[in-house]
């Protein structure tokens, strides 16, 4: 559920900005849901683009310097610091739109939502395919998670399957289903490789006994289990996992729980949870020995990667829904864009669109720039403020 804070326009931005917002939360009185804080600067972007927008949800990854765009079926690089169009690709699986849905090896670019499309990043060709459909005919079927190797191509369905891949072919090499107990579901929704094993992160899902938390240890060569989670909590973990030496970074943006574990003794080194129940982290990125994670709870956070110590929280005043990292701040968005001091979490600016959208779903650093898309328009602001 997205919450928005209620404060009064001023400023040089357009409410119609937030003509979106107003239709679930009510406006009246000239009060609108803005989650900007009043008296900070509201930043201009660098360059907008409305010819690299479908008018669709569109993923943006970083790669090389350059930033990859998905809208609808179309996969565009472009050059973040102009927004020239370098070149693009039908990438013809279904639909591409879900925010971290890139994963890249040093010779591989896998692209996903509800299908597959594996590109050589040398020749930019599309190297294989697999639609939505490969799984079975509904939504539970669809890919879920995936991580890659240059050799391999690891993938997880909704509906509980885990595979190995020729990343040259798409080959099949394995291929399991999440064991049980789950009478109802077992979905996986994060896998990461560390050497010779996959972790897979997700929920199982039981009427008896309602929720439970899904961790497995799989040979990366063969898919055998050699590990399986049990007492880990109630809550599922997803939508990413972060491989960061022997701490496996998790996080549920359904609960409060940000939890770090220590792959080589299999435990659970330290769990967080955040004050807002139902509102916890919605995305998380490490850098050195520290966690950045937005929350649903309407703050951002700076984390220790050893202790789980909280070394400082910022409330933003909305549901904050990714962020990214700059050389010495922190971005995150919540349908605005916010500016905080790396050190500290100073809340140090703000910004948001001018045609009449909102921010989602397309959202990240490339380069010196932060990029984010309303749905019509892709726009780009200075990194550093």
């Not at 020749?123 to 939505?132: A, I, S």
């Not at 989670?229 to 701490?247: E, I, R, Y």
């Not at 220590?262 to 919605?282: E, H, I, K, M, S």
């Not at 932060?370 to 602001?381: D, K």
Request: charged share 20%.
């Amino acid at each position: 559920m997205i919450v928005f804070s209620r404060t009064r326009w001023s400023g040089t931005c357009r409410p119609a900005a937030f003509a979106a917002a107003c239709a679930v939360a009510a406006c009246s009185d000239g009060v609108l849901p803005v989650e900007g804080r009043s008296g900070l600067p509201v930043l201009s972007p660098a360059w907008r683009s409305t010819n690299i927008a479908s008018g669709l949800e569109g993923t943006i990854a970083s790669l090389d310097g350059r930033a990859f765009i998905a809208n609808g079926r179309r996969l565009r690089f472009i050059n973040p610091s102009s927004g020239e169009e370098l070149w693009s690709s039908d990438t013809n699986v279904v639909r591409l739109g879900v925010v971290e849905r890139f994963v890249a090896s040093a010779t591989r670019l896998v692209v996903m939502d509800l299908g597959v499309a594996v590109f050589d990043r040398a020749t930019r060709q599309v190297l294989w395919r697999l639609p939505g459909s490969t799984w079975g005919p509904d939504v539970a079927g669809m890919a879920n998670a995936i991580a890659a190797t240059d050799l391999h191509v690891y993938l997880a369905t909704d509906g509980g399957l885990v595979e190995r891949r020729d990343a040259a072919t798409g080959a099949l090499q394995w291929r399991i289903t999440v064991p049980g107990p789950c009478p109802t579901i077992c979905r996986p929704r994060a896998i990461a490789v560390a050497g010779d094993t996959l972790w897979v992160a997700g929920e199982r899902r039981d009427d008896k006994r309602g929720d439970q938390a899904l961790l497995l240890a799989l040979d990366a060569a063969t898919g055998a289990v050699l590990w399986d989670g049990v007492d880990l909590g109630t809550v599922g973990f997803g939508p990413a996992a972060t491989l960061v030496d022997s701490l496996l970074v998790l996080h549920h943006e359904g609960s409060q729980q940000l939890v770090a574990f220590n792959v080589r003794r299999r435990t659970v080194q330290w769990r967080l949870n955040t004050p807002a129940p139902w509102a916890g982290p919605t995305d998380v990125k490490v850098e050195g020995q520290t966690i950045y994670a937005s929350g649903g709870d309407q703050h951002v956070y700076a984390v220790s990667l050893t202790t789980g110590a909280v070394q400082w929280q910022t409330y933003i005043g909305g549901s904050q829904l990714a962020i990214a990292i700059c050389p010495d701040r922190i971005v995150s968005y919540g349908f605005v864009l916010h500016w905080l001091d790396k050190r500290t979490g100073k809340h140090l600016a703000y910004a948001v669109p001018d045609d009449g959208g909102l921010f989602h779903e397309g959202f990240a650093v490339v380069g010196d720039r932060v990029l984010a898309q309303t749905g019509r328009t892709v726009y780009a602001f200075a990194c550093q403020v």
